[in-house]
């Protein structure tokens, strides 16, 4: 009854309360990890710690992003970084989705293909290196199909993983309603394994950040990782730090990508960690 007096002993349950917080206290505590460590970069240069033979100053570095840009070797190294790293990403996510559709939602995909492409994922594509030279040669094929394989078995995983998990009473019916198998899949399934199709996006696009790396040091004559070997022999301590970062904003800015596609795609999920 209403009226009722709680028992001794027992406590009245609490409902936790959330603060909700503005999106400049979030960008401000995002941002507060990078800027210290930035302030003891300065701070270890600055006096000593850090010498630039082992790592140039962050004024330095920036010197040597402004020398970059103005003789035009850094803009030129970006398209040609950018240009491998996205046809690779292309190719490797649309094989990684095809396959993954396959798979997932027929049985006879699932027999012939999985244990095959789960067997594939195991092995390192860095190990592959040598014999993407061998058959490819060092020209931009081998380099584009390496970031390719890396790429693939991500989005593959998940959108295997998200079309087994369509409610498969919610296909029977639209089966039932007379829609085609095509058209399930487009309107019914991937839909429906949308938050796993974006989790396997956004390891395919940190993973090709990876893998470009790799790519970049098959003799390569132009791109990020062709300056870095340059820098190497020249000793250029602020020029391999530019390299450095510019993989690290590359990859930031791939998963800021993704982040913007949930909120577009998915704008009734809630940011994670957002009500804590």
């Not at 630039?52 to 004024?59: E, W």
């Not at 803009?75 to 996510?93: E, F, N, Q, V, Y």
């Not at 295997?160 to 899949?185: H, K, N, Q, W």
């Not at 090709?208 to 970049?216: D, G, K, P, Q």
Request: net charge positive.
């Amino acid at each position: 009854m209403s009226g009722t007096v709680p028992s001794p002993g027992l406590v009245r349950p609490q409902p936790r309360r959330y603060r909700a917080r503005g999106r400049t206290y979030s960008a401000t505590v995002r941002a507060a990890g990078p800027i210290a460590l930035l302030a003891l970069w300065w701070a270890a240069s600055a006096t000593g710690l850090l010498t630039p033979d082992v790592l140039a100053s962050p004024a330095e570095v920036l010197r040597a992003v402004g020398e970059l840009w103005g003789n035009g070797q850094l803009p030129d190294a970006l398209t040609t970084s950018l240009t491998r790293s996205g046809l690779g990403l292309l190719i490797g996510l649309a094989a990684g989705l095809t396959l993954g559709i396959t798979t997932g939602f027929t049985r006879l995909g699932d027999e012939l293909l999985d244990s095959s492409v789960q067997t594939l994922r195991t092995i390192p594509f860095l190990s592959l290196v040598p014999l993407f030279m061998v058959w490819f040669g060092i020209n931009e094929t081998a380099k584009i199909l390496l970031i390719a394989v890396a790429t693939t078995f991500p989005m593959y995983v998940s959108t295997t993983s998200g079309v087994r998990d369509t409610d498969p009473r919610l296909i029977e019916a639209m089966r039932s309603f007379g829609m085609g198998r095509l058209a399930l899949v487009r309107q019914v399934v991937l839909p429906g394994a949308l938050p796993s199709l974006l989790a396997g996006l956004r390891l395919s696009m940190t993973l090709s950040v990876i893998a470009l790396i790799a790519a970049e040091e098959i003799n390569a004559t132009a791109g990020i990782g062709y300056l870095m070997s340059q820098a190497q022999s020249y000793a250029r301590t602020d020029i391999l730090a530019v390299c450095i970062l510019v993989y690290g904003l590359l990859g930031l800015t791939a998963d800021v990508v993704v982040r913007l596609l949930e909120r577009v795609l998915m704008p009734w999920r809630t940011p994670q960690g957002a009500t804590r």
